[in-house]
């Protein structure tokens, strides 16, 4: 398995992304640059849809933009992120194409927002990778992951944590922003697991902008109609609402199997100490440096077939044979932590085992 990122390299990244924000502006400006037209040959834009979930900014951005730099000295990255609005996204796209830019790596907000925009891009010759969430509209390329396996895993996880009372388990579901073109697929996949596997579904809710914060209230109110014993186990589509239903039902008093997804520190942590039973590790490294890897031979006009071997159709089955990569992803718990993330040095040791989690990090072998 290869390493997901080395501190070196984020290191490295960091001064690329001040150089590169100097260049094009601050961050999250609804103008995504300076504005100076010179970006068509040389400059990729990177939109990426929120900064609620940690990954975007700690491991996406800086992962891409160093691809980049590696594969490109001399190209430049615009980059914004929308922060959850629509809007602001569709500024920012329009933007990169006024501006000139020929390439744009969308991660988007909202997918069906997406296909005016694409399509006036296309006509405009301007080329759009979709990055983790597959956009519609006719994109050159889509990489993310076999996003209906992973809701399966996260099915599989929970029923393993429940385990032998599995069968007569009521269990509730905290899904994903509906706006989220993965959310449906996670869904999907676990309900294919937790319909025939637990003994009924019977709180379900999905949370707008994958909000921590919401899916704290919907757990309460899941509480409140169910009672503390009315189900035995919880799916939640991410760590990051995890750690808003663990606090709801910790209020309560309530204690049941939880899993979530994104292998977040804040997860991890939560795992070690038993509050939360698994997450889903996707290595975001090969995901991001393959991205910038198509988007760097598109600006150049190189072919990127041996890059997308897979051929995929947008949700809404309009748009078809979109060439993509899909990579896979794995269960975490604590058993696996060490193998898993440590090696791969998603995180270090000490990273994940400050003062709060050291005794929980010896229990589990973490040095």
């Not at 990055?131 to 990489?143: K, N």
């Not at 996880?157 to 706006?179: E, F």
């Not at 909000?211 to 899941?222: I, L, Q, R, V």
């Not at 997308?308 to 044979?321: A, I, N, R, W």
């Amino acid at each position: 398995m290869n390493a997901l990122t080395r501190r070196v390299v984020i290191g490295t990244a960091a001064v690329s992304m001040a150089v590169s924000l100097a260049a094009c502006g601050k961050a999250g400006d609804g103008d995504g640059g300076s504005g100076d037209g010179g970006g068509d040959s040389k400059t990729i834009g990177l939109l990426l849809p929120e900064n609620k979930t940690t990954r975007y900014e700690t491991f996406d951005r800086p992962i891409i933009e160093a691809k980049i730099k590696a594969l490109c000295g001399d190209c430049d990255v615009k980059y914004n992120n929308a922060a959850q609005d629509t809007e602001t996204q569709k500024k920012q796209f329009d933007s990169l194409v006024t501006q000139g830019v020929k390439v744009i790596i969308l991660d988007s907000v909202d997918y069906k927002a997406t296909k005016s925009w694409v399509t006036q891009a296309e006509k405009q010759g301007v080329k759009v990778v979709a990055y983790d969430r597959l956009a519609e509209g006719p994109i050159s390329a889509y990489v993310s992951y076999d996003n209906e396996k992973i809701g399966r895993l996260q099915g599989e996880a929970l029923v393993k944590a429940l385990g032998a009372k599995a069968k007569d388990a009521n269990v509730v579901m905290i899904n994903g922003s509906p706006t989220d073109p993965n959310a449906p697929l996670f869904k999907a996949g676990a309900h294919s697991v937790l319909d025939k596997q637990v003994k009924k579904v019977v709180y379900e809710q999905d949370i707008p902008d994958w909000s921590p914060d919401e899916a704290n209230k919907k757990m309460g109110a899941a509480l409140d109609s169910l009672g503390k014993s009315g189900f035995q186990g919880v799916y939640s589509a991410n760590d990051g609402m995890a750690g808003g239903i663990i606090t709801a039902l910790k209020k309560q008093g309530v204690k049941v199997p939880v899993g979530g997804q994104d292998a977040e520190l804040a997860g991890l942590q939560r795992i070690l100490a038993g509050e939360q039973s698994f997450t889903i590790y996707k290595q975001i490294k090969p995901e991001a440096e393959t991205t910038a890897e198509i988007a760097v031979k598109l600006l150049k006009g190189e072919k990127i077939d041996d890059l997308v071997p897979t051929k995929v159709t947008s949700l809404t089955g309009e748009f078809k044979d979109i060439p993509a990569k899909l990579y896979d992803a794995q269960i975490v718990t604590k058993e696996n932590i060490a193998s898993t993330i440590i090696a791969d040095k998603v995180y270090k040791a000490a990273d994940i085992c400050t003062a709060e989690y050291k005794a929980a990090c010896d229990a589990a072998g973490i040095k």
